[in-house]
């Protein structure tokens, strides 16, 4: 069965450096019970014919010419079959989104897949889509073209905190008994070995492999982070640039924290969306969701890398223009 284009109205994406709050503002989003959503986020569907495999490992930069009609419309049809919606069978699912340990998001994802299955039967006609995946910070002309009538969020963070979250992600680990995994390996790559970095041993590449990677070797991890900020944040600034205004939403992860329900009303009514009072709700208490460092294990306001996190940022002078772009006047402040 092919999918009409039109059932797709206006899919919401957000797009950020991994690491900058897209997890949360995604979740909060994702309440509203006219919005449908992947089960996890889009990898499977972008990197079977994106995967940077199939291109010696460049990057995960993908542009609106690689895209062509048949493929589009191959994935927009499982955009719209993989789509769920656990408001419609759940009058609040927000038991589900939040915490952040490892019982709790194995426990969820099972039960986001049973229910959000049994969403898919409610599924009728167009349907209001949300994306989150960091990776489609390198992906904006592609998704341009596949979805036209998209409308973007932007969530920005400041360099020193996102690239301290970087570089406490990339070392992050699950323990099950005896067994140790990558926190966020699923879709890693293997391929980090190659630039012989002086404190990072591993061959998985965490998140968004930027252009310009290879370049990095015998660098530090801090290094690597804050090309992966630098790089995500830059492409996204220059995209956006090309799209209608009225389509994009940009907010801070600091102003976002700080007033999160009115941030979410403001996404809601820029939307074109009615309000919805359980969004509201979860925004209202914000819960730790998605982070590397255990609760209450270091004080709120510490880096956790202060010394490398603030020796990468100086041998990139460039985060200074984009950080003044993304509109942060002091690149190095926390």
């Known amino acids: 069965?092919?999918?009409?284009?039109?059932?797709?109205?206006?899919?919401?994406?957000?797009?950020?450096?991994?690491r900058s709050g897209t997890t949360i503002l995604f979740r909060c989003l994702a309440l509203h019970d006219d919005l449908w959503h992947l089960p996890s986020e889009s990898h499977k569907i972008f990197e079977g014919p994106f995967h940077p495999a199939s291109r010696e490992y460049e990057s995960n930069r993908v542009t609106a010419e690689e895209l062509n009609d048949e493929l589009a419309q191959t994935l927009r049809t499982r955009f719209y079959r993989s789509a769920i919606n656990l408001n419609r069978?759940?009058?609040n699912p927000a038991l589900l989104l939040e915490g952040n340990?490892?019982?709790h998001r194995i426990l969820s994802k099972f039960m986001i897949a049973g229910l959000g299955g049994v969403s898919q039967f409610a599924k009728n006609g167009t349907i209001r889509f949300l994306e989150k995946t960091p990776k489609n910070a390198l992906r904006v002309p592609m998704l341009?073209?596949?979805f036209p009538d998209a409308f973007y969020v932007w969530i920005t963070r400041k360099a020193t905190r996102n690239i301290d979250s970087l570089i406490a992600s990339w070392g992050a680990v699950d323990k099950i008994g005896p067994v140790t995994r990558k926190r966020y390996g699923q879709v890693a790559y293997p391929?980090?070995?190659?630039l012989k970095l002086q404190d990072y041993s591993d061959k998985f590449w965490m998140f968004a492999l930027v252009p310009g990677w290879q370049n990095l070797k015998g660098k530090t991890l801090a290094d690597v982070a804050?090309?992966?900020?630098?790089?995500?944040?830059?492409?996204i600034a220059d995209d956006l640039a090309s799209i209608e205004t009225r389509r994009i939403?940009?907010?801070?992860?600091e102003d976002f924290v700080q007033e999160p329900v009115k941030i979410v009303q403001q996404i809601f009514d820029w939307a074109e969306l009615p309000q919805?009072?359980?969004?509201?709700?979860?925004?209202?208490?914000?819960?730790?969701?998605?982070?590397?460092?255990?609760?209450g294990s270091r004080p709120t306001h510490d880096l956790r890398f202060s010394n490398v996190v603030y020796a990468a940022i100086e041998r990139l002078p460039e985060l200074v223009l984009l950080q003044k772009r993304m509109g942060y006047e002091q690149t190095v402040s926390l």
């Open 101 to 103: 340990s490892l019982h």
């Open 226 to 235: 804050a090309w992966q900020y630098y790089q995500c944040n830059s492409f």
């Open 1 to 18: 069965m092919m999918i009409d284009n039109n059932r797709l109205d206006r899919p919401i994406i957000i797009l950020g450096a991994p």
């Open 191 to 194: 391929i980090a070995n190659r």
């Open 144 to 146: 341009n073209r596949l």
């Open 89 to 91: 069978v759940w009058p």
């Open 249 to 253: 939403f940009s907010v801070k992860f």
């Open 276 to 295: 919805s009072q359980v969004a509201e709700e979860f925004a209202r208490i914000l819960p730790r969701v998605n982070d590397a460092t255990p609760a």
